[in-house]
């Protein structure tokens, strides 16, 4: 059974930064490409960054291109978000995935405050 823990998140202030991890069990952690998504209140869930297999390729959205960097420690089973210049708008449930799966944890909020 795939289990999905993600910590890390909690209150800052814009211009704040914070640093997300997501710990993963229940299958071939190293064999799959993990993905970051977002929810704001009354939103859609949205992409955020993903991460290949071995770690030597990532892809961001726009809105968070140069602020996030998405990483992983394959001996960990942990896939990682650092967040730096945090905007209210980033505020939201983050979330991991294994790529292109239906699987998800309970997320963990981040609330900018202006």
């Known amino acids: 059974q795939v289990h999905l823990e993600e910590s890390g998140g909690g209150l800052v202030q814009a211009g704040g930064s914070l640093n997300l991890s997501c710990v993963v069990s229940g299958l071939t952690f190293r064999e799959t490409a993990m993905d970051w998504f977002r929810q704001a209140p009354g939103k859609q869930r949205e992409f955020v960054a993903t991460?290949?297999?071995?770690?030597?390729?990532?892809y961001y959205s726009d809105p968070v291109e140069g602020r996030f960097t998405i990483s992983r420690d394959n001996s960990k089973n942990t896939v990682y978000l650092q967040m730096i210049s945090l905007q209210p708008d980033d505020t939201a449930v983050y979330y991991c995935?294994?790529?292109?799966?239906?699987?998800w944890g309970q997320g963990t909020q981040v609330t900018v405050s202006s």
């Open positions: 991460i290949s297999r071995t770690g030597d390729n990532t």
């Open positions: 995935q294994p790529m292109g799966s239906s699987y």
